[in-house]
């Protein structure tokens, strides 16, 4: 079998007295675009931090491409995190003063390299942004912003690519435009995505929808629809504790 994009093996995440993550175990395979779900306090947002090397779990492992983040000196793990993983924000915070060019550049600029201009046209022509490159943020629509800020997380080429809600804050039309794009990122180009959402219709995009329920993988459905997926979290919501 081919190595999973990412693997959490018994991943336990404490804050005091609080079990944010209680023993989780799940791959993500290569290639696979995967949507975490969970009702509020669920650990969707720890566990997604976790796996991308932002927070270090408590007990645990996390293992991506290969490589076990646990034993990583807080360099290395800045250098992983550099080079083989892309998060995207709700906020998609990009610079305001700066261009879509320069915003998608910045990673590598941080890195000590001056990418080329065919390169970052490159990365935003990948989101459908090629003409927008000399435009900032101000001129851009939030659907475009969210493009650009997933351009960004895209320049490093990254083994996988972490997405924190990132239609939250756009509307139902941009947010099918956002999901068509992901969707083919891994359609044609075997792009690794793990996305945090509470949108059915959004998580519906996904190969398959992974749920928690207090820190704990709870169910999945792979091959999903809005409808089921909509029907599985109403019926986590009112599973007593």
């Not at 306090?41 to 991506?64: E, I, N």
């Not at 915003?103 to 065919?118: E, H």
């Not at 900032?136 to 351009?151: E, F, Y």
């Not at 509307?171 to 969707?183: E, N």
Request: proline share 5%.
């Amino acid at each position: 079998m081919l190595t999973p994009a990412v693997r959490l093996t018994a991943l336990h995440r404490t804050y005091g007295e609080v079990k944010a993550l209680d023993g989780v175990d799940i791959d993500f395979g290569s290639g696979t675009f995967t949507a975490v779900m969970g009702p509020s306090g669920s650990g969707k947002s720890t566990l997604l931090q976790c796996a991308a090397g932002l927070d270090r779990p408590t007990s645990g492992t996390v293992t991506v491409g290969g490589t076990e983040l646990g034993g990583l000196s807080e360099r290395r793990l800045t250098l992983l995190r550099r080079d083989r993983i892309g998060f995207v924000f709700q906020a998609f915070n990009l610079l305001p003063s700066l261009t879509a060019a320069q915003n998608v550049s910045l990673p590598l600029r941080l890195a000590g390299r001056r990418p080329s201009r065919t390169e970052v046209r490159a990365a935003l022509t990948r989101v459908g942004l090629g003409g927008r490159a000399g435009h900032r943020p101000a001129r851009m629509s939030g659907g475009q912003q969210q493009r650009v800020a997933i351009a960004r997380a895209l320049i490093t080429r990254p083994a996988v690519l972490f997405a924190d809600e990132p239609t939250g804050a756009l509307d139902s039309s941009t947010s099918r435009d956002v999901l068509v794009m992901l969707r083919e990122l891994v359609d044609a180009e075997a792009q690794t995505i793990v996305m945090v959402t509470h949108d059915p219709v959004a998580a519906s995009y996904a190969d398959r929808v992974v749920f928690l329920v207090d820190g704990r993988v709870a169910d999945e459905v792979r091959s999903p629809t809005a409808e089921q997926v909509a029907a599985r979290m109403t019926g986590l919501e009112r599973t007593p504790c």
